[in-house]
């Protein structure tokens, strides 16, 4: 009797096992156009530089640009995920293209499993602020939980008003691969 208990525990465990891999491990592939976006470390500290001098270079008259491109901006997604740790993703991907954001990533929600995600975000300037909207936001099969994505978005806004405080943002335009931010100083 404990033998037919034993295998029908290590049965059960099989199948949910293969129940949560066709859940998770096995979602459709979420991939960026072109492969994936190469992280490193020159990529986000370029875009830090480039972004400290487009704001010695910005006045309450005279504008300054930014463009900031898919491997940069992944670079730093990347390198602040891993020094904060308040977003549950691994190997995030991030690209420009018609207009929107899109992010891909690994989601650990809880537990072992983990599910190809996708979030698909405008940037709109708002009040000279730069805002991110999230238009969709799929984790595997499933709609993203309410939760990690609100902490995503106001991590990313965050960041944003933190990095952009003094600047007003005068135009955005996402391009195939860039994105292009131009402002100037506030007063």
Known sequence: ???????????AVLVLTSLACSLGGNSPEIAPPGGPVP??????????QNFYQALQEATSTHEAQLRVTNEEITSLFAKE??????????NPQIWFTNGRIYLTGGVKPAGPLEFNS???????????????NVQEAQMGMFGF??????SATDTVNETLAGI????????????????FVVGKRPG
Not at 39 to 48: C, F, H, Q, T
């Open 81 to 90: 995920l891993a020094e904060t740790g308040r977003i549950p993703l691994s």
């Open 118 to 132: 996708l979030i698909v975000a405008t940037a709109v300037v708002d009040n000279g602020q730069l805002k991110v």
């Open 39 to 48: 992280v490193n470390e020159e990529s986000a500290d370029r875009l830090k």
């Open 164 to 179: 952009l405080i003094d600047m007003d943002i005068t135009r955005l335009e996402i391009l195939e691969g860039e994105m």
């Open 1 to 11: 009797m404990l033998g037919f208990r034993k295998s029908f525990a290590i049965l």
């Open 145 to 150: 939980p309410d939760a990690i994505l609100e």
